[in-house]
């Protein structure tokens, strides 16, 4: 009997993984290529919404608390110009922060117990349609018929311009930066997110008592500790709070020119059938105030490969997708330019402020509540 053809996936990040995991729990046969190795840092905020552990649980993994020991996050304290600042306390379970190296690791391993194989260091270079519903990837030095693919290869990539994804073209100048600091001083809040001129900077915990600093800017700045030091200056808390801190006890990554936008779902080509599912970041990028990126990227990885299980997988995929993050992307993105104007932040941030049940209203509508 002649054995079905793999699932393909491009990219082990979050979404990929999740996606691995999911279709090998199905029983199909999964091939996954990654660039880079798995399980690695990388420039993301690691805050986890309390809505993965459904995601987690989905997919095998209701362990993970116990075997990452994720520090909880519960108050989060939004902090802009003049003093201007917004509280919340998360509603019902607590958030998690945890690194992005040690989540992967994580799902990897669980990922290739369940029976799927996962190429690291295997960029792809080709991904090409042919007759009967199949797709050709090329990666590393591998070459694959595969039947459906999950394409999650993240913010950028050489795949953009062949796959003509609108950011291909963009001129999209958001730049993003991330490092960890061995605390010299606690944070006050769980989560502290300091809006300033054009971005904004936020501090958690992760799982080994390290301080993540993630900061998100417009513009062509320059991903590095010293442009963030000098930005902080113009928020006097922020300053005074990395200077407490200590200098960064780890390497500060940058990544520059992306953005927010659409970019795709689904797409089946007419001629052959054969189908390109997109999942996390390569679908569409959450704005990082709203700390639902990680959340956003396991839950499409896993609808991908449960949409590859059903007889139309892409409109199976563009429903569960739309209902899943149409509500969260529309208002967080009415909601971002709010954190690219301090002057109105400080603003607004009293009235808010005295709105308690709004602002958990307002949190659970950008996790799609």
């Given at each position: 009997m002649k054995q079905e053809a793999p699932i393909g996936i491009v990219g082990g990040g979050l979404a990929g993984l999740a996606a691995a995991l999911a279709a090998a729990r199905r029983g199909r046969r999964v091939i996954l290529w990654?660039?880079?190795?798995?399980?690695?840092?990388?420039?993301?905020?690691?805050?986890?919404?309390?809505?993965?552990d459904l995601d987690m649980q989905a997919l095998g993994c209701g362990d993970w608390v116990d075997a990452l020991a994720p520090a909880p996050m519960r108050d989060v304290t939004l902090i802009g110009a003049r003093s201007s600042r917004v509280s919340l306390r998360i509603p019902g379970p607590p958030a998690r922060s945890v690194t992005r190296a040690a989540l992967e690791a994580y799902l990897a391993s669980r990922a290739r117990k369940e029976g799927a194989t996962l190429l690291e260091r295997a960029p792809v270079r080709e991904i090409a349609p042919v007759q009967g519903g199949l797709v050709r990837v090329r990666g590393g030095d591998r070459e694959e018929l595969v039947r459906g693919v999950i394409l999650a290869f993240g913010k950028r990539s050489t795949l953009d311009a062949p796959l003509e994804l609108p950011r291909a073209g963009s001129s999209d100048g958001f730049v993003a930066l991330k490092t960890y600091l061995a605390p010299q001083a606690a944070l006050d809040t769980d989560v502290e997110l300091y809006v300033?001129?054009?971005g904004y900077v936020g501090l958690n915990r992760v799982e080994d008592g390290r301080i993540g600093v993630?900061?998100?800017?417009?513009?062509?700045?320059?991903?590095?500790?010293?442009?963030?030091a000098r930005r902080a200056e113009e928020i006097p808390q922020l300053a005074r709070r990395l200077a407490s801190l200590g200098d960064p006890c780890s390497r500060v990554r940058?990544?520059?020119?992306?953005?927010?936008?659409a970019q795709a779902v689904a797409r089946k080509d007419r001629?052959?059938?054969?189908?390109?599912?997109?999942?996390?970041?390569?679908?569409?990028?959450i704005?990082?105030?709203t700390g639902d990126g990680m959340a956003v990227a396991l839950r499409s990885g896993r609808l991908a490969a449960e949409a590859l299980s059903t007889p139309d997988p892409v409109t199976t995929y563009k429903s569960t997708y739309a209902r899943a993050f149409h509500v969260r992307f529309a208002l967080a993105g009415a909601l971002h330019g709010l954190f690219f104007q301090p002057s109105v932040f400080s603003a607004l941030a009293p009235l808010v402020g005295r709105s308690p049940r709004l602002v958990e209203r307002l949190y659970a509508l950008t996790r799609g509540s």
């Amino acid at each position: 009997m002649k054995q079905e053809a793999p699932i393909g996936i491009v990219g082990g990040g979050l979404a990929g993984l999740a996606a691995a995991l999911a279709a090998a729990r199905r029983g199909r046969r999964v091939i996954l290529w990654e660039s880079a190795s798995l399980g690695r840092d990388k420039v993301c905020g690691e805050f986890l919404s309390p809505e993965v552990d459904l995601d987690m649980q989905a997919l095998g993994c209701g362990d993970w608390v116990d075997a990452l020991a994720p520090a909880p996050m519960r108050d989060v304290t939004l902090i802009g110009a003049r003093s201007s600042r917004v509280s919340l306390r998360i509603p019902g379970p607590p958030a998690r922060s945890v690194t992005r190296a040690a989540l992967e690791a994580y799902l990897a391993s669980r990922a290739r117990k369940e029976g799927a194989t996962l190429l690291e260091r295997a960029p792809v270079r080709e991904i090409a349609p042919v007759q009967g519903g199949l797709v050709r990837v090329r990666g590393g030095d591998r070459e694959e018929l595969v039947r459906g693919v999950i394409l999650a290869f993240g913010k950028r990539s050489t795949l953009d311009a062949p796959l003509e994804l609108p950011r291909a073209g963009s001129s999209d100048g958001f730049v993003a930066l991330k490092t960890y600091l061995a605390p010299q001083a606690a944070l006050d809040t769980d989560v502290e997110l300091y809006v300033i001129r054009g971005g904004y900077v936020g501090l958690n915990r992760v799982e080994d008592g390290r301080i993540g600093v993630c900061a998100l800017l417009e513009g062509d700045a320059r991903a590095d500790w010293e442009t963030l030091a000098r930005r902080a200056e113009e928020i006097p808390q922020l300053a005074r709070r990395l200077a407490s801190l200590g200098d960064p006890c780890s390497r500060v990554r940058g990544l520059a020119r992306f953005g927010f936008g659409a970019q795709a779902v689904a797409r089946k080509d007419r001629r052959t059938g054969s189908v390109l599912l997109f999942a996390g970041d390569a679908a569409r990028m959450i704005p990082s105030f709203t700390g639902d990126g990680m959340a956003v990227a396991l839950r499409s990885g896993r609808l991908a490969a449960e949409a590859l299980s059903t007889p139309d997988p892409v409109t199976t995929y563009k429903s569960t997708y739309a209902r899943a993050f149409h509500v969260r992307f529309a208002l967080a993105g009415a909601l971002h330019g709010l954190f690219f104007q301090p002057s109105v932040f400080s603003a607004l941030a009293p009235l808010v402020g005295r709105s308690p049940r709004l602002v958990e209203r307002l949190y659970a509508l950008t996790r799609g509540s």
